[in-house]
């Protein structure tokens, strides 16, 4: 998703399309192009909306700003997302499904809750399903 980081029309708040997009294993990349301000004599940029950069966090993508102050304020230079694009690229490729079939023994009806967690701090794990609960039978 590309945007300035400004919600100016939304019918649906952030956590309701997180939670819809984690029901159906949708991660975003969010890439902001941001508009800038003038602060303290300098050009800032104006912040995301809330829950811009939640909805690539809690979905298991990632957030990105592209462009810089002198990128705005020259009219036709474009902005250059070859990097982002890169790194998002990267990011899929380095990704990876675990998946699991429960024993006999779980078919009890009982909410049961797997934990999944990397040896390496470095590594981040995302558990789209954090739960489940098997019926008997």
């Not at 810089?68 to 036709?76: E, G």
């Not at 990704?95 to 429960?102: L, S, W």
């Not at 909410?111 to 981040?124: F, N």
Request: proline share 6%; aromatic share 8%.
């Amino acid at each position: 998703m590309i945007s300035d980081g400004l919600d100016t029309a939304s019918r649906t708040n952030a956590k309701q399309v997180i939670a819809a997009a984690n029901r159906i294993n949708v991660s975003f990349y969010v890439i902001q192009l941001p508009l800038f301000t003038p602060s303290d004599g300098r050009l800032v940029p104006r912040p995301a909306a809330q829950g811009f950069r939640e909805l690539a966090e809690r979905t298991g993508g990632k957030f990105f700003v592209a462009g810089t102050a002198a990128s705005a304020l020259a009219i036709n230079s474009p902005v250059d997302l070859t990097r982002v694009f890169a790194a998002i690229e990267e990011d899929l490729r380095s990704q990876y499904v675990i998946g699991f079939y429960p024993g006999e023994g779980s078919r009890d009806g009982k909410l049961h809750r797997p934990a999944v967690s990397a040896s390496d701090r470095k590594l981040k794990v995302h558990q789209l399903r954090t739960s489940y609960s098997l019926k008997p039978g």
